[in-house]
């Protein structure tokens, strides 16, 4: 697991483009036949990729987390941006497709990772947190019936916002978030740009009181988001592309304009859960 420290705005500003992703940007998060894990001091939150192809993978503690398995003490939120996988929770198996996910619940031993098909497999994108207890572990699913342990997105958090005008017209998918999948601390939802669109979170905003994560994918191998990070009156930009992650503190903005369309997963840990609770910044006064 890689250990990525808290960083204070006072140095960041000074931070050359290499320290900056060096800190905020996690490059690869999907490698063939393994699980990839970055650990935050920043709330503690950890972001992965796990990507099965020909082997079933195994979801282990490590060292780090001196802990007897991931989630003794943690709970995770995991989005498929690949084909259809399979994961298995304690021997119950759920079979998860493209764009679904799941909320696996603190207490969840042993878990493991695989894809269907080796010709078109998973990437499972994960975010996990500090629990204080166990909510119900269940698959969720943007369109279709609930059931037994499978929760449906609710029309109420397929939020569609902005406008090709303004270059933003998005939908915002609220997957994990309270009154939609019960969660300690962990928010997770994808945002999806529409042709024509490239501004992600525009106005922006920082929340001081949860820091979060943006993954950016469904973009070209030539096409990059710039993405926009620091205090609103110090901003800065890291290149991302394709399949790469980026971290924000609670102090700092978050947002991109990208070369195309392009959709982003992103992950919320901290204080509290409230999704409208932002301190907004308004276009004029950035700098
Ligand atoms: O496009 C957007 O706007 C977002 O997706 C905003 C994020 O969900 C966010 O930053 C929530 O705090
Ligand atoms: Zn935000």
Redesign the pocket.
């Known amino acids: 697991m890689e250990l990525r420290t808290a960083a204070s705005p006072r140095d960041v500003k000074n931070y050359t483009t290499e320290r900056l992703r060096e800190e905020f940007l996690i490059p690869q998060l999907f490698f063939a036949d393994d699980i990839k894990l970055v650990y935050s001091h920043i709330d503690r939150i950890i972001t992965g990729g796990a990507m099965p192809v020909k082997e079933t993978l195994v979801l282990k503690a490590g060292e780090e987390l001196r802990a007897d398995y991931f989630l003794e003490r943690r709970e995770m939120g995991v989005i498929n941006i690949g084909g259809t996988g399979i994961i298995t929770i304690d021997g119950k198996t759920y079979e998860v497709g493209h764009k679904e996910g799941m909320y696996i619940g603190r207490g969840a031993k042993d878990i493991t990772f695989a894809s269907v098909n080796a010709d078109a497999p998973a990437k499972f994108y994960l975010n996990s947190a500090p629990a204080h207890m166990t909510y119900p572990t269940v698959l969720i699913k943007r369109e279709g019936e609930p059931s037994e342990g499978v929760v449906i997105v609710k029309d109420e958090n397929k939020v569609e916002?902005?406008s090709l005008e303004d270059s933003?017209h998005?939908t915002?998918c609220?997957y994990i978030l309270p009154g939609q999948v019960e969660s300690c601390q962990l928010?997770m939802?994808m945002?999806s740009?529409e042709p024509g669109s490239v501004w992600?979170?525009?106005p922006c905003?920082t929340?001081d009181r949860?820091m979060?994560v943006?993954m950016y994918f469904e973009l070209p191998e030539d096409a990059f988001v710039m993405h926009y990070m620091g205090e609103p009156t110090e901003t800065r930009h890291i290149v991302v592309r394709n399949e790469q992650a980026v971290i924000?503190p609670s102090w700092s903005i978050?947002?991109g304009s990208g070369s195309r369309n392009y959709t982003?997963i992103?992950g919320?840990v901290g204080e509290n859960q409230d999704?409208d609770d932002?301190d907004h910044c308004e276009m004029k006064d950035l700098m």
């Open positions: 916002l902005g933003n998005r915002i609220k928010e939802g945002t740009l992600n979170t525009m905003h929340h949860r979060e943006y924000s978050h947002a982003f992103w919320m999704f932002m």
